[in-house]
């Protein structure tokens, strides 16, 4: 038995007004087939490009490792030049991934390859984030702390997304003070014997090719594995709904220093009680 997915509806094309009304309103995900062929970015984003101008920054890393209290929120696991990095990419399948890179701040001619789309939504013009990933490299299910829609740009092979949304979060085991699910869940294929409650989470799915855009509605959860060797960058619009933007003050301004200073206090013991709780508390909502 497998995950309960169902397709993300795919279009080629789409004006401000329909995505409005079809995908933002209802808050509900697509994918926009040809939405950047006109970008410069379109033709000349690539692996090799990204080496070419970026080839001498250091850029954080991050894998699949469990989540260590000495780790401080979203620390990076290692560092490496992009040359570097591109490299081992297209030599070897490689865990590492780039995670939240800010190619505004860090790359300042890329500017010139890409612009805002108008989906009706103000975009957050100073925070375009790029990342990257190996073949089969992929990210835990989470969220984002600021429960934002958020509109996913790929650029080069493959990538495999699979969504939830708030809705799903009594069946996901849900780590607490976290954005993340139980860490050693295989999303892509997950063992529903071990984790039942999972049966019961009804999801999306899609499989992004360059040049493609998706569209993830406020707080949507998304595990996002690689294909093929890729990357991605995300542009991002505050969350409208009043709950969720609720939600995100609380996780910025308040759960990410409670949990720090836990880890700082508790250790070890604090990541085992939470992971503990995910699982007790998921078991409360299945009897």
Same mark, same amino acid.
């Given at each position: 038995m497998a995950l309960d997915l169902q397709d993300i509806p795919r279009v080629k094309t789409i004006t401000k007004e329909e995505f409005i009304k079809h995908y933002f309103k209802p808050?509900?995900?697509?994918v926009i087939e040809q939405c950047i062929t006109d970008w410069p970015a379109y033709n000349k984003w690539s692996l090799d490009y990204m080496k070419q101008v970026a080839g001498d920054k250091i850029v954080p890393l991050y894998d699949d490792r469990p989540v260590d209290y000495k780790d401080g929120f979203n620390e990076a696991h290692a560092k490496m030049k992009m040359s570097e990095y591109v490299d081992l990419l297209k030599s070897e399948p490689t865990k590492y991934r780039i995670f939240l890179w800010n190619v505004l701040k860090e790359v300042p001619q890329l500017q010139k390859d890409f612009k805002f789309p108008d989906f009706g939504l103000k975009l957050m013009k100073g925070l375009p984030m790029l990342f990257f990933g190996g073949t089969n490299s992929h990210t835990f299910m989470h969220y984002d702390i600021d429960l934002a829609n =958020?509109?996913?740009?790929?650029? %080069? @092979? &493959?990538?495999?997304?699979i969504l939830f949304d708030q809705k799903q979060n009594k069946y996901l085991y849900k780590i607490p003070y976290s954005l993340i699910n139980r860490e050693d869940i295989d999303?892509?294929?997950?063992?529903?014997? &071990?984790?039942?409650?999972?049966?019961?989470?009804? @999801?999306? =799915?899609? %499989?992004?090719?360059?040049g493609e855009v998706l569209y993830m509605p406020e707080g949507y959860w998304h595990y996002m594995k690689y294909l093929t060797p890729g990357f991605s960058m995300s542009l991002r619009? =505050?969350?409208?709904?009043?709950?969720?933007l609720g939600k995100a003050v609380y996780n910025i301004f308040i759960m990410r220093y409670f949990d720090n200073a836990m880890r700082r206090l508790k250790g070890q013991k604090w990541i085992d009680w939470k992971n503990e709780q995910a699982i007790t508390k998921t078991n409360k909502i299945l009897k």
């Open positions: 808050q509900k995900p697509v =958020i509109f996913h740009f790929h650029f %080069e @092979g &493959k990538k495999q997304c999303m892509s294929s997950p063992d529903l014997d &071990k984790w039942p409650a999972l049966k019961k989470a009804k @999801g999306y =799915i899609t %499989e992004l090719k360059h619009a =505050i969350a409208r709904n009043p709950k969720n």
